[in-house]
C-alpha cells in the first residue's frame, strides 16, 4: 500500500475511461454507521486512478453529492448498486439531475456475488501496482485503510464500491453492458 506512485496528486488530463460509482449502503444488509462511497474511477494504459469520498449521510444527501461529482467529474458512466429498496435511488437520482440540468449517464448494477469475493478480486491489481490513489484526499485515505483492513475490518464500504467501480469499466470498454 506503499509502492512508488501509490499516491497521485492530479488526474490525468485524458483517460480513456472515467466511472462514477455509488455504493448508498443503505440496502439490507448495511451495517448501522455504514458509509456512502462515491468511487471516481478513471483508468489509462496500464494504469488505475481511484479518488474515493466516503460519508455517513442521508438519503438527500448522497442524491446531491452524487449530482455535483457527475457535474464535476463527467464520467462515462455513473452505476449505482440497486439491492433491496437501492433502486429507488435511480428515479431520484435522474429527477435531480433533470432539474440540475445535469445529464447522469445512469447504470443500476444488482450485485449476486459475495461481497468477500468481489472486494478480493482487486488484489491482483494490487499486486501488480496498476492502482493510484488520489492523495490528500480524506475520502480517499479512507478507502485505503478499509483496503488495508480488509476482511476484519469494521467497514468495507469502500473497497466495495472500488470492485463494482473497475467492474462497470471494464465491461464498457468490452461492451458488455448497456443502461
Not at 47 to 63: G, M, N
Request: aromatic letters at 10%; proline letters at 5%.
Amino acid at each position: 500500500f506503499d509502492y512508488p506512485g501509490f499516491w497521485f496528486e492530479q488526474w490525468p488530463e485524458r483517460c480513456d475511461i472515467r466511472i462514477l460509482w455509488l455504493d448508498p449502503s443503505k440496502g439490507a444488509d448495511a451495517k448501522r454507521g455504514d458509509y456512502s462511497a462515491f468511487i471516481r474511477y478513471g483508468r489509462t494504459v496500464g494504469l488505475e486512478y481511484i479518488e474515493a469520498d466516503l460519508k455517513r449521510r442521508d438519503t438527500a444527501q448522497i442524491v446531491a453529492d452524487g449530482v455535483e461529482h457527475v457535474r464535476q467529474f463527467k464520467p462515462d458512466g455513473f452505476a449505482i448498486e440497486t439491492n433491496a429498496f437501492q433502486e429507488l435511488l435511480r428515479a431520484a437520482f435522474l429527477a435531480a439531475g433533470k432539474e440540475a440540468r445535469v445529464d447522469l449517464p445512469i447504470y443500476g448494477i444488482n450485485n449476486m456475488t459475495n461481497k468477500l469475493v468481489r472486494i478480493r478480486r482487486l488484489g491482483p491489481y494490487l499486486a501488480q501496482r496498476r492502482l493510484r490513489f488520489k492523495a490528500k484526499s480524506p475520502g480517499t485515505l479512507l478507502l485505503v485503510q478499509q483496503l488495508k483492513d480488509f476482511p476484519v475490518g469494521d467497514h468495507d464500504d469502500g473497497p466495495d464500491s472500488l470492485e463494482m467501480g473497475r467492474r462497470l469499466a471494464v465491461e464498457l470498454v468490452n461492451g458488455r453492458k448497456a443502461k
